[in-house]
């Protein structure tokens, strides 16, 4: 609990204020299904918050071929938040046990997303950092809310899932309450990372296209 912050990037450019009217709006869309039922709007959120790291894993993974450069550990951090990111959905599933309904509405936003997302990022990476960047920030939002939640008594502590046991390496006895902790300081290192990967766009001039 001790490692984690709050942070907020200003949108002062018009591409860092696309990329929060594009994240609320994402957050508005999420709460209309979901609302107070938190274990299942993680569910989403972990959906969608693993697609973007395999996108920009794939699209600079591309262009370090074309361009024959060093990617300077960019590819790898990056697939190594998806691979984060879908662990978390993997555990949220087990906790919110979704019926048939509610995987297809999954595998339906997380179409869409990589569509849409895919075509930001080809003619603007660093707004597509941005957004996931804003994205991570609801994200540690949510996350608290769901720790208020518990620790108020409105969602029961129950036991952690085995699963989140084994990735965290957490004690046998550890609880929902110790795994939503451990998720929201992953949440936390990848808004950060998103924040100084699009920030590196301005700092080092580099292109924010693909193309």
Known sequence: MSDFQFAHHSATRTSERIA???TKFLKFVLNIFYGERLAKRAVILETIAAVPGMVAGMFNHLKALRRMKNDEGWIRELLDEAENERMHLMIFLDIAKPNWIERMLVLLGQGVFIFFYGIIYLVSSKTAHRIVGYFEEEA???YTEYLEAIDNG?????AAPILAINYYNLPSDATLRDVVVRIRLDEAGHRDRNHSFANAYESRDLPEHLL
């Open 20 to 22: 929060l009217k594009v």
């Open 154 to 158: 409105t969602v029961e502590n129950i």
């Open 140 to 142: 540690c939002k949510s």
